[in-house]
């Protein structure tokens, strides 16, 4: 009886310690969207003949998904219009800039990003 207690636990030990059971690890929005993280700031910048992009973004929101599905949608929206247009004497611009607003002091409290166009 004693080894058949030793051998399920010794499994459980496995079976928690595996890599299936690691906590995944965090997704990484700038990259996904092209940008370079530059300490806590994603930043994206394209440039072509028709059209300038000039995006950043904190990486440290807690809601990542949300800024990143908004910036990739608020983009690829613009490249449609800018690509698809006759050409202008001016570049099409599309600026996106952040700023952080938080009530309290960290982790209590709320952190609030507002993205300016």
């Known amino acids: 009886m004693r080894m058949l207690k030793v051998s399920v636990l010794a499994a459980t030990l496995v079976a928690l310690g595996s890599p299936a ?7 990484n929005y700038c990259a996904d969207l092209n940008g370079a993280q530059v300490g806590s700031t ?3 910048k394209v440039s072509d003949p028709g059209y300038e992009i000039s995006i950043s973004f904190p ?7 949300s800024i990143a599905e908004y910036v990739s ?3 690829d929206q613009f490249l449609g219009v800018a690509k ?4 202008r004497d001016l570049p099409y611009e599309l ?7 938080g009530s ?4 209590r409290g709320t952190t609030s990003v507002v993205l300016t166009v």
Request: proline share 14%; net charge positive; glycine share 0%.
């Open 59 to 65: 990486t440290d929101y807690p809601d990542q998904k």
């Open 42 to 44: 994603c930043q994206i």
């Open 84 to 87: 698809s247009s006759t050409p």
């Open 95 to 101: 600026d996106i800039t952040a700023n952080r607003y």
């Open 21 to 27: 059971h690691a906590a995944a690890a965090p997704k």
């Open 73 to 75: 949608q608020t983009r």
């Open 104 to 107: 309290a002091i960290p982790p």
